[in-house]
């Protein structure tokens, strides 16, 4: 049972659609099997998913600016449609022989990611604290939850990452290897509705003593907005992999472990800041005001550092048995864009006293996921592979952007090989999505809570080609 015999039948059908639906921004699973191919070996793949995340308003919430009154009880336990966005990943690698005891490789993919848009049809607003004009009037009869005047919540991001990699191989059982990581991260995201405050473009207080609301107006030009925008420009910095590699090819044993560290970025964005229409509003919240000043600066976003540990081996003539294992360190990732910032600072100190302010995104929870299966070679031409696989989200309550927890999954892939140096290899993957507490930013580190997202499933999947020359 040489590893040799199984490499191309098998061993690259492992783990299709391994990381489409991961917890928190996680998306491709960051894998660098395909350096690890014997001889020189070409790889190019795409990855789909096709998820349907919906839910309901929490019984009893409340919008964030105001306790006391209970502004937005219309719409408990209404329904909140589909706001996932189906998506497409790719990925290509390069791995090159240079001799007995040297290899490179050049990986590319699209470690992770987020696109979401909220329905702008969801239940809106059915009665006003107030009817008056001056403290709001019908303009809260515009806005829902998550959309506000025609316009949903939206957020997409994206990332691009292509490594560099040397490998030393003192014997045909270790591999040895490092590089350098580029990688590129842009994004734009969307508040809207009374779920976020003024942030959503609608907001209540009752700070004066009684309820006033206000919609709200741009600082910098003074027109109506629907809420809160920020957009970061593409933006490129570098990190690194290192890993070890191990193999008995006599039991087509193979594990390795992949280390790959976090990447710093400071980047301007630009935002959207709102000044509210109602002037007593100022009273309670001073940076909602026209003479509020905002300072200039960059926003710090750090992508975080994982580990990858697969394992695989023979357990039978023309099967093998495979496991990934990865931890990926989201408890310590935030976003808190710099004005951003400012106004979650104001809004604190207005609501509760402290300046402590909230990010726009955060997690509270590192990610572990496990993905397994057993692939079988048919014939010299046909493989296939069932697979499994557990997600452990990244914290509940979980982010409004993103709100799932977690998943199970189970799929199937396959492989043809038309000549003994190239394969063509699909896969199809089912997630039963974990159920989620929505949280607005500016609840984190509570147990408050939005919106329920339960019983949500997505379909995950793949395409590849392969080469071996």
């Not at 290192?242 to 790959?260: C, D, M, N, V």
């Not at 496990?370 to 509940?396: M, P, Q, T, Y």
Request: net charge negative.
């Amino acid at each position: 049972m040489k590893l040799k015999s199984l490499t191309w039948a098998i061993l690259l059908i492992g783990l299709p659609t391994t990381g489409v639906f991961a917890a928190a921004m996680d998306r491709s699973g960051q894998s660098i099997a395909a350096f690890l191919q014997p001889n020189n070996y070409f790889e190019g793949g795409i990855s789909v998913l096709d998820a349907n995340v919906s839910g309901n308003m929490r019984n009893g919430w409340n919008m964030p600016s105001n306790d006391t009154a209970k502004s937005g009880a219309d719409l408990s336990n209404s329904h909140l449609d589909d706001m996932a966005e189906s998506f497409y990943f790719a990925n290509f690698a390069l791995k090159y022989q240079v001799n007995e005891n040297v290899s490179m490789g050049l990986i590319y993919d699209q470690p992770f990611g987020a696109k979401a848009a909220y329905s702008a049809n969801d239940l809106k607003h059915q009665t006003s604290p107030t009817s008056s004009p001056l403290f709001g009037g019908d303009d809260a009869l515009k806005a829902g939850a998550f959309h506000n005047d025609g316009e949903g919540t939206k957020v997409e991001v994206d990332t691009q990452s292509l490594s560099l990699i040397m490998g030393y191989q003192p014997n045909e059982h270790w591999n040895i290897y490092a590089g350098p990581v580029y990688q590129t991260v842009k994004g734009d995201v969307s508040l809207r509705g009374s779920v976020y405050g003024p942030l959503g473009g609608f907001m209540c207080s009752d700070k004066i003593g009684t309820v006033l609301c206000s919609t709200f107006k741009d600082k910098e030009t003074g027109q109506p907005i629907k809420g809160y925008d920020a957009s970061i420009a593409e933006k490129s910095e570098f990190g690194y992999l290192a890993g070890i590699a191990f193999q008995i090819p006599e039991i087509a044993l193979k594990t390795s472990l992949t280390y790959r560290s976090e990447i710093d970025y400071k980047v301007d964005v630009k935002e959207t800041m709102p000044v509210a229409n109602n002037f007593l509003i100022g009273i309670a919240v001073p940076a909602l005001t026209e003479n509020f000043i905002y300072t200039s600066g960059k926003t710090n976003i750090t992508t975080p550092q994982s580990i990858n540990l697969d394992f695989q081996s023979g357990i039978m003539e023309n099967t093998l048995a495979f496991v990934n294992l990865r931890w990926v360190d989201w408890s310590k990732f935030s976003i808190r864009p710099h004005k951003f910032g400012q106004l979650a600072s104001g809004l604190t100190q207005a609501v509760a006293g402290t300046p402590r302010g909230f990010d726009l995104v955060a997690y509270d929870k590192d990610q572990y996921s496990v993905n397994f299966g057993i692939a079988r070679k048919l014939n010299e031409k046909v493989a296939l592979s069932l697979l499994g696989g557990w997600d452990s989200g990244a914290g509940n309550p979980v982010s409004t952007l993103g709100p799932t927890e977690g998943f199970w999954s189970a799929g199937l892939g396959g492989q043809y090989s038309p000549t003994p140096a190239t394969f063509i290899q699909a896969g199809a993957r089912y997630f039963w999505l974990g159920d989620a507490k929505a949280q607005s930013a500016s609840w984190f580190g509570t147990e408050r809570y939005d919106a329920d997202f339960k019983d949500n499933t997505a379909i995950g999947y793949s395409l590849k080609i392969g080469y071996k020359f």
